[in-house]
């Protein structure tokens, strides 16, 4: 039985899965970077060990420090939490020949589904339905007539590609010999590895995923789908638990072959299948991710189902404590990811001290964070702050709650995505469910700033006041034609109204 567990990360990630281990009566052993002094993660321990400086390459992803840190403090098991060593079948390995248990699947699983070409293998072999597309590393040799046979558009991916990096869209071949080169060179220098393979490029696409649980007795279940096709440059950003895109015949039936999938590669373990799936609901294997992802806990909403324990008792060897026709989704789900980002420039990390923060509440609220009044965010680590989670009977429920905690939720000192992800849930398409992998790019000008838009409003009250004045006054101008024949938005009309008097602002 694992009585203490270490966490290899920090974050809301780490916090989060201390609050389960808490419930559960284990011990937590926290792991910190110079930089992570302060951090949450460290103050909710049972436990905390520094091991090492602010880059995460001499902390959260040195194998030896953390390894070192489980012996130092007697912990059992170690949970790698989402990113960093999680999906490194190096550390799962590492552990097991250490004699500490890794909360996670065994390193052969993650090395066969780490690669994007080996785990294309795998799912044809198992009889999985993959996206279109070469099974093996690409040449420049054969790069033209492997496209042709596909098709255009396509897509060149970095097998060990992940993040979104490493992969560029053709849709011309007088395109593809550099788009060849640039996603071989982004994948050597992101992944050590300029391995690449091309992909039918489908239009239009949602990303759906689906979770599943696998024990060390053969039994696996599938926890259903998650729609996650709100994506900004493949990163995504919302996610909602049912999709509102697929029928039930298709949920079922990517649920059976999620676990025919991993039964295929006997896999233990929480993980996740992401598909894609087509305008006429045609779903293809994208990936597997060998991990809980940042977007597990609409999953854990709908079903009643806490991931992080049923990762600790698989982990102790334990069968799963339900069955298929156990689980069924109640309700509807929407997360959101509070990112540190100044959304107004070109969404870069924003760092610096969180003066203070009005957390939502109220039913049907989740707030997984690890922010406070007073903390500074450290530049080394990624942006996302919290997650915002809600849960209601009905999607347009679920919709109304999560307007409602956007509103609520108030993080003052340094600029965060909250304003942008309210104009998320305002947009037509995200209001009806309508949305694919596009909606960012489509929604573009619903989507820019409320200075925008309140320029925008006051230009047409301006407009409208002159209106109101020339059909009044009967004047020569026409309608169309501004007046002074200046093209100059705004100030040139309002200067106009202001002196004929009917604006005052
Ligand atoms: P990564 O591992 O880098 O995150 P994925 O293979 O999971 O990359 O793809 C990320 C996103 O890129 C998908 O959710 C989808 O929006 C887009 N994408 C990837 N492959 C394709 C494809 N073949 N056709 C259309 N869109 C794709």
Redesign the pocket.
Known sequence: MIKKVLIANRGEIAVRVMRSCREMGIKTVAVYSDADRTSMHVSYADEAILIGKAPSSDSYLCIDKIIEAAKLSGAQAIHPGYGFLSENAEFSQRCQDEGIIFIGPSAKSIQSMGD?ISARKCMIDAGVPV?P?TAASMDEENLLSTCREIGLPV?I??SA???????RLVRDESELIEAYHEAKSEAQSSFSSDEVYV?????S?H?IEIQFLGDMHGNIVHLFDRE??V?RR???IVEESPSPFITEDVRQRMGEIAVKAAKSVNYVGAGTI?F?VDEKMNFYF??MNTRLQVEHPITEEVLGIDLVKEQINIANGNALRFSQKDIEQRGHAIECRICAEDTENGFIPTAGIINSVRTPQGIGVRVDSFIYDGYEIPIYYDSMLSKLIVWATQRKYALERMRRVLYEYKITGIKTNIDYLRRIMDTHDFVNGEYT?HFIEENQKNLSSHDDNEEEAEKIAVIAAYMDYIVAKNSEFSVTQPPHGDQRPISRWRAFAKQKGVLRI
Do not use: D, F, N, W
Request: charged fraction near 30%.
């Open positions: 994007k996206v597309g897509i991916k970095a590609g992940g993040g979104g990096k490493g992969m992909e039918k490029y489908i239009e696409p990303h996650c096709s994506q493949h990163q995504k992401e894609l994208l990936e992998t």
